[in-house]
């Protein structure tokens, strides 16, 4: 479950604009998994995540 909540991670991110944690726990549970706040956070620490400034003045999170 963990290596296919990553894989949906990278393609969630690569796709949509994601701000904040809870955006992509959103997200992933729109693609029908449940995750708790925590989980994602850990996630994001172990794909290295960081936020980026886009074009428009938002944030997203990008791969390292």
Do not use: H
């Amino acid at each position: 479950m963990k290596r296919y909540r990553i894989m949906k991670i990278k393609e969630i991110i690569q796709n949509q604009v994601i701000e904040t944690q809870e955006e992509l726990a959103e997200a992933l549970r729109n693609e029908g998994i449940a995750v708790t706040q925590a989980t994602v956070s850990r996630d994001i620490r172990e794909l290295q995540l960081v936020k980026t400034a886009t074009a428009d003045g938002r944030y997203r999170y990008v791969p390292a």
